[in-house]
């Protein structure tokens, strides 16, 4: 089974910047899509950002192209969501999703969440 710890949120001044990561656990780590999800009090979770297997394609939401950057590095089994320009409507808790597609697709898992505030 998967298990994924987020780490890297945190307090941040508008226009700052963030690096967050989520380590797995799962040696085959590399048969799984990543995403990023963000959720804001009182609001529905949504998915930021997407990476597949090898890298590429990546996806991300409206709201954060251009600011936002998916990346992963297989060997370390981490996924990072390196994030600039931050706003205060980029305030959440964001969790990490892994999604089986190879050889199949199979379970999804997700982290616990990490904690980002864009404040001044």
């Known amino acids: 089974q998967v298990q994924l710890v987020e780490s890297g949120g945190g307090l941040v001044q508008p226009g700052g910047s963030l690096r967050l990561s989520c380590a797995a656990s799962?040696?085959?780590?590399?048969?799984?899509?990543v995403s990023w999800y963000r959720q804001a009090s009182g609001k529905e979770r949504e998915l930021v950002a997407s990476?597949?297997?090898?890298?590429?394609?990546?996806t991300y939401s409206d709201s954060v192209k251009g600011r936002f950057t998916i990346s992963r590095d297989n060997l370390k089994k981490t996924v990072y969501l390196q994030m600039n320009s931050l706003k205060p409507e980029d305030t959440g808790v964001y969790y990490c999703?892994?999604?089986?597609?190879?050889?199949?697709?199979?379970?999804?898992?997700w982290g616990q969440g990490t904690q980002v505030t864009v404040s001044s």
């Open positions: 799962e040696f085959t780590f590399i048969n799984y899509a």
């Open positions: 990476i597949s297997r090898f890298g590429g394609p990546t």
């Open positions: 999703n892994a999604r089986q597609t190879f050889p199949r697709v199979g379970e999804m898992y």
